[in-house]
């Protein structure tokens, strides 16, 4: 029987309400009436403070055997496809390139404003169904939407703000239907937050503030006094905008969809403490009635790692991860959000990072970029679709898999730092002589990035007796995917094999070491 941290939880609330009948039982507190008043209510499992929030398992066992998950920058910044999805702050500095482009595209900013590109936001295309089915032949274990970004708009069918897909634009629940499509193909589901930079923070014209999103100019609309352009633009009282909207959108995604992950961008850190424990008790206490499991991811240090999963954007460890950890990236070399002429990065690199993740105890939330219009373009798909074919083929390597007691060996090397670094990451290129290892039970996994060549004696350094923390008994080795016997001895350097015949080039190959205890 699998006992979960979630389910002791459980017994012991149910442990302690017994212990208090009892207590109560022998007190005989009686009332007028002389009935004996009983009445308890069983407390929420978690308060609104780090301390009880850090007894939630921030990592349960179905995230950590999950390691790749799809989420997608898709929205009204879609619309113009130009630049990135930071195209709804920069149309609005002068000495922008997309400034420019905007005004001799659709006119001067004052007069085309960024809400008038939400009509044309029409997701005319989209079928939440297809979508589900690609992510699962992807491997994807869980997916889901940027349930909204910096921009204001929500993704779902809101009732705080008109500014929503319900509302305007597609005029049906995205999130809604995307839910029941994934879930529904055995998927978890995830949404994400970067609406923390959407208060506009400024507190006069003409000054710019790098934490909010659309700048304060006279003028223009993020200035503007109409009450329902406030909402987009975030023009709303700090307060009020706290509690109202950052923290109301979170409970209302909460209260429809039951996320199993919520996932934040940056700037959580400027969301005032006592609303990041109020949201955070909420989800927790919310999970515990659905009896799920959940996970909540961070960006910054705005969530304590005791009840959080640290996120690296467009970068990662180069050291195994002492706790489960997460990285995400996109399928893209540069923008998050489609625009024209977007470069796709090979399958074969994509999946060369899941795997370098895998081995360091990461998991992967890898980012797509649909059009306005809810097509997913085909060079995005035969990236998803490659990936999803060697998984199918050879996933027991990944899936389930925890590091070994080294991540690998080989001449290529992940620099040190975070988003800063992320170019160096981009420019990230393995070969067959990059070897990475993740291991199940007594099975080592070596996981060869690429082809080695047919008649190459192999020798895996890691296994040298002066690094091996224990001793390896090896009972069998074989390359997935072929029958051929493997012929191999442990040598002083490590241990070396013989490379047979492989009838197909591989993005990677992994050979399978079955040992004993």
């Known amino acids: 029987m699998k006992v979960t941290i979630l389910s002791i939880k459980r017994i012991m609330r149910f442990s302690e309400k017994i212990v208090l009948m009892l207590l109560l039982f022998g007190c005989s507190n009686h009332d007028q009436t002389g009935q004996n008043n009983m009445e308890i209510q069983e407390p929420d499992p978690y308060t609104e403070d780090w301390k009880s ?11 950590k055997n999950a390691k790749l998950g799809i989420y997608f920058h898709w929205g009204v910044y879609s619309v113009p496809a130009y630049a990135n999805e930071w195209y709804p702050r920069n149309m609005h500095f002068k000495e922008h390139d997309v400034y420019k482009h905007h005004v001799e595209k659709y006119g001067h900013p004052s007069e085309f404003g960024y809400h008038d590109f939400v009509p044309l936001f029409r997701a005319e295309n989209f079928n939440a169904e297809e979508w589900a089915e690609l992510f699962k032949k992807a491997g994807a274990q869980f997916a889901g939407p940027v349930a909204e970004h910096h921009d204001g708009f929500s993704m779902w069918d809101s009732d705080i703000t008109p500014w929503n897909v319900m509302d305007k634009g597609p005029k049906r629940d995205i999130t809604g239907e995307l839910k029941n499509a994934i879930t529904a ?11 923390a930079k959407h208060l506009q923070r400024s507190d006069s014209l003409n000054k710019e ?40 959108k979170l409970k209302e995604v909460i209260d429809k ?59 990662r460890k ?3 991860g002492t706790k489960t950890w997460m990285t995400d990236a996109t399928v893209s070399m540069s923008s998050w959000c489609y625009t024209e002429n977007l470069q796709v990065k090979p399958a074969e690199d994509v999946l060369h990072m899941l795997i370098d993740i895998t081995s360091k105890n990461g998991v992967l939330l890898l980012n797509i970029s649909p059009k306005a219009d809810g097509t997913i373009p085909e060079d995005q798909k035969e990236v998803l679709l490659k990936i999803g074919d060697w998984l199918e083929k050879y996933g027991e390597a990944i899936y389930g898999t925890e590091a070994w007691y080294t991540f690998g060996e080989g001449p290529t090397k992940e620099p040190t730092g975070h988003f800063n670094n992320n170019q160096a990451f981009h420019k990230l290129k393995y070969s067959e002589r990059d070897i ?4 199940k039970d007594y099975t080592i996994y070596a996981i060869v990035m690429g082809t080695p060549e047919t008649g190459e004696e192999l020798i895996l350094e890691s296994f040298a007796k002066d690094r091996l923390l224990d001793p390896v008994r090896i009972e069998e080795i074989s390359i997935l995917g072929i029958d051929t016997k493997i012929n191999w001895e442990m040598h002083e350097k490590g241990l070396k094999l013989t490379i047979p015949t492989l009838t197909e080039e591989r993005m990677a190959t992994v050979i399978k070491i079955i040992t004993s205890a």
């Open 185 to 195: 193909n055995g998927m978890k589901f995830i949404t994400t937050f970067h609406h």
């Open 53 to 63: 929030l850090g007894k939630h398992n921030e990592s349960p066992d179905w995230f």
């Open 209 to 248: 503030d790098g934490l909010s999103h659309y700048p304060y100019f006279e003028g223009m609309p993020p200035s503007s006094n109409d009450p329902e352009l406030a909402l987009l633009y975030g023009n709303v009282p700090a307060e009020k905008w706290h509690k109202e909207i950052w923290l109301g």
């Open 436 to 439: 990475r290892y993740t291991t």
């Open 257 to 315: 969809y039951q996320p199993d992950i919520i996932w934040f961008d940056y700037v959580l850190d400027a969301i005032p403490e006592r609303y990041r424990k109020e949201f955070s008790a909420y989800y927790l206490n919310e999970a515990a009635k659905w009896e799920k499991e959940v996970v909540l991811v961070r960006k910054q240090h705005d969530l304590p790692l005791s009840m959080s999963v640290d996120d690296l954007e467009q970068s």
């Open 318 to 320: 180069n050291v195994i």
